[in-house]
Structures are given as C-alpha cells and as structure tokens.
C-alpha cells in the first residue's frame, strides 16, 4: 500500500509520466543549448584571430593593392577609415553594455569578425595596414571579449534558472511558476 | 572571479577602458605619423626645389666645375646623404660621390619606376610620387626626392647645347636627406603618447575601482558580515550609514530576524 501511495505521488498515470519526462527533456535540450550558445564568443573570438593572422601577413593570397585600385579606384583614405572604425568600435561597445543590462539573448559575434575583417581589407587597400593594424585588432579584442563575456555570462545565469526549474520539477512533478520580477 | 560582483563590475570596465584606449592611441599615432611624414616630403621637396634654383645658373652657362662644386657643398650639409643630377638618359652627370658619374641608371631602378614605369614615361608628379624612402648601405633610414629638371626657353634658347623645345624634362634631380631627426621626433611623439594613455588608463581604471569599491563593495561587505554575524546573535544592530537601498534591505533582515525571534521565543 505504501508503495503504491509512493508510486501515485512519483507518478499519477502514465500520462503524468510522459508530460514529467518531455518536461525534464525539455530542460535538458535547453541546457545543452545554452551551454554551446555559451562558446559562440570564444569560436568568434578565434576566426578573428585567424583573420587577423592573415593581415597580418598582409593578405599574401590577395592581388597586390595597385591592381584593386586599378580595377575599382582610389580607397577611402587611411584617416576616413580610422573615424569610420573609431565609431564602429564605440557603437559595439555601447550595444553590447545595452544588451549586457537588457539580458537580451543576440547572437551578434560572427558578424563583427565579419566588420572587422572588411576594415583589415579597407587598411590593407589604403596601403596602411602596417600602420593601422593594431587599432584594428584591439578593437576587435575588445568588442569581441565583451561579446564573449555577454553571452556567457547570459548562458551561466539562464543555465542556473533552468536547473533550479529542473530540482523543481524532480521535486513537484511541474514546472515553477514565472518569476513576474524576471520579465 | 565571475561570481563577485567586484568581478562581474570591474572586469567589462577594464577591458572596455582598455581596448577604446588603445584603438584611439593606435589611430592618433597613426595619424600623426601621416601628418609629419607629409611636412617632411613638403620640406625635402622645397630644398629639391632650391637645389635645382642653386645650380640653375651654372647648368645654363654650362659651367661644369660650378655645378659639380655646389653639388658638393650641399652634399656636406649635415642630413643630406646624397645628391644627383641625371641626363634624360639617365647618366648620372653630377653626383656627390664622383664615382657616381657617368653610370647608366636602370629605368626600372625605386627612384626611376614611378614614370618609366608605363611605355610613355610621365612628366609630372606629385609631391608624394617625387618620394621614396628606403635604408642605405649603412642602414640608415633615407628620403629621396626625384625632382624632374623642366625645359624652360631660356634653356630651349641657350647657346651652350641645344634642348629642342619639344623635350619637356632635361633631367632629374636626385636628393637623398636623412630621415634621423624626423623619426626621432615621432619616436618622442609616440613615448609621450603612450604615457598619456597609461596615466589616463590607470586615472580611470583607478577611479572607477575606487568608486565603485567605496559605493557598492563595502556596503555589501558590511551588509553580508552583519547577516553573518546575526545568524548567532539576533540582537545585533542594523550597520549605519549604508547607502538607501543597502539601508532598506538591512532594516528588513533586522525586522524579519526581531520577528523570527519574537516567535522562537514564544514557541
């Protein structure tokens, strides 16, 4: 009799088993998403250095500057691109702090390998690679290290409530109900 | 490290801080750096310019040992490395270092590809095209002016030998001035920057630690000893002087602990 009072309250049908189970699975799936959302930062943070590598080398695999100038024109000037990424950088710092305060999830890191690199392209065009390259990939460094730093501190926080959702669920058989103040 | 709010506050400040500060420095440099190399070019083309006035006369008169003697004498002027007239063929016909004359020139030699580079070479640059820089035998760091020698009609007139009117450039003026002085200056411009920017970085790294150490991160400490502390002794008094929020959540606890001892003392 114990047993089955035990039983009832482990499990009230099988229904109630398979809704526990999706739930928890659900759980799962959402923490093992989290966790490799949580190494996007680092994964862009690497082919930035890669790309950075490559300038740095002066892009040996790219035609010589004169023949791009030759086919499509002058490039802007070493000093434009140097206002240019002076913005870009204080505009991404500014969007990740906002998105850091906001908890918003944004997988934004790929695509400042990608401004990045067209910057190391532009400098490189302009015939001031050598000179301007440092700015490039400190910028980089930076917007990509706080990028990184956002999104993993959004995942370990986000990981945590969904464990805490699980022990609850193990405990209760349901789901908590939402935090109104998290919202 | 993360898990303290003097982590989670001060390490995104510092790595911000940081990273503006040395994009900003890398840029400036970068921009000074352009501004005086062009004072530089303007300058070495202006004494190409004076050199070419100097011997003006004496290329005229077709007074040989003239030219030769001015050539020299501003060669032995500190900071000029070398000096060069060439015909338009490209004979050296005045040079600093007499070795130097009669030697044929390769047209596809640094100073000479600029307009000899296409079949029909050019007859006018710019100023940042008449310059070249590159390392000497001594590893010296080198300016070089290739300053063309234009036909003028007194030349076209002269009696001495015949220039067709039709040949736009006689020759070249090469000059060479040493780059010390103007690289040494931007080493010290670069030097007084990077100390700019330590002292700014640490003023406002140090700043910000201070703050928020002296608003957020003693409170808390003096926050978390006090419920540390009340844990065995409920009758412990509330810290003073905590700042409004920190104040609201002390008083709180003090009231919830009155409370849950009030209520273990009458069970």
């Known amino acids: 009799m114990e047993q089955a009072e035990n039983n009832r309250l482990e499990c009230a049908g099988d229904t109630e088993c398979d809704t526990r189970a999706s739930l928890r699975q659900g759980l799962l799936d959402e923490i093992k998403r989290l966790r490799r959302f949580s190494n996007r930062g680092l994964w862009a943070l690497s082919l930035f250095l890669f790309v950075s590598t490559l300038a740095w080398r002066e892009f040996s695999f790219l035609p010589r500057p004169e023949k791009i100038v030759a086919a499509l024109g002058a490039p802007p ?14 505009s991404a710092i500014i969007l990740s702090l906002s998105r850091m305060m906001a908890g918003i999830r944004h997988k934004s890191s790929f695509c400042h390998v990608g401004y990045l ?32 730093y956002r999104i993993w501190t959004f995942c370990n926080e986000n990981i945590g409530k969904k464990v805490e959702q699980l022990a609850f669920l193990d405990r209760t058989g349901r789901l908590p109900p939402e935090d109104p103040l998290s919202e | 490290m993360f898990d303290k709010i003097a982590g989670r506050a001060l390490v995104p400040v510092g790595i911000v801080v940081t990273g503006f500060l040395v994009v900003c420095f890398v840029l400036l440099y970068a921009a000074i750096k352009n501004v005086v190399i062009h004072d530089s070019v303007g300058h070495a083309n202006n004494l190409a310019g004076i050199v070419l006035k100097s011997t003006r006369y004496a290329m005229l ?23 060069r007239i060439f015909s338009k063929k490209g004979i050296v016909a005045f040079s600093s270092k007499p070795g130097e004359v009669n030697r044929q020139v390769d047209t596809k030699a640094e100073g000479c590809i600029v307009c000899h580079e296409k079949q029909e070479p050019m007859t006018t640059l710019g100023n940042m095209q008449k310059a070249r820089t590159f390392k000497n035998s001594l590893g010296k760091e080198v300016l ?18 015949v220039h067709p009117a039709s040949q736009k450039v006689l020759g070249i003026l090469d000059i060479g001035l ?27 790294t140090a700043g910000v630690i201070a703050l928020i150490k002296l608003s957020v991160l003693v409170p808390m400490q003096k926050l978390q000893e006090y ?23 002390a008083k709180s606890y003090y009231f919830i602990r009155n409370k849950l001892h009030e209520i273990e003392k009458k069970s």
Request: aromatic share 10%; hydrophobic share 40%; charged share 15%.
């Open chain 1, 77 to 90: 000037s070493s000093k434009i691109i140097g206002m240019v990424l002076i913005l870009y950088t204080f």
């Open chain 2, 144 to 161: 070089a002016i290739t300053a063309p020698i234009y036909n003028e009609p007194e030349c076209a007139n002269a009696a001495c030998h």
């Open chain 1, 117 to 148: 690199s067209v910057f190391y392209l532009f400098y490189y065009f302009a015939e001031a690679l050598a000179d301007n390259y440092w700015a490039v990939f400190g910028a980089g460094l930076t917007i990509l290290c706080m990028e990184s």
């Open chain 2, 227 to 249: 419920t540390e502390r009340s844990e065995h002794n409920s009758n412990l008094k509330h810290p003073a002087n905590l700042p409004y929020e920190l104040d609201k959540i």
């Open chain 2, 61 to 83: 008169k077709s007074d040989r040992d003239l030219n030769s003697t001015i050539i020299r004498n501003i060669s032995e002027q500190e900071g000029v490395e070398h000096v």
């Open chain 2, 178 to 204: 040493s780059q010390e002085a103007t690289l040494s200056s931007l080493s010290s411009i670069k030097m007084q920057m990077v100390l700019f920017s330590l002292l700014t970085l640490i003023l406002t």
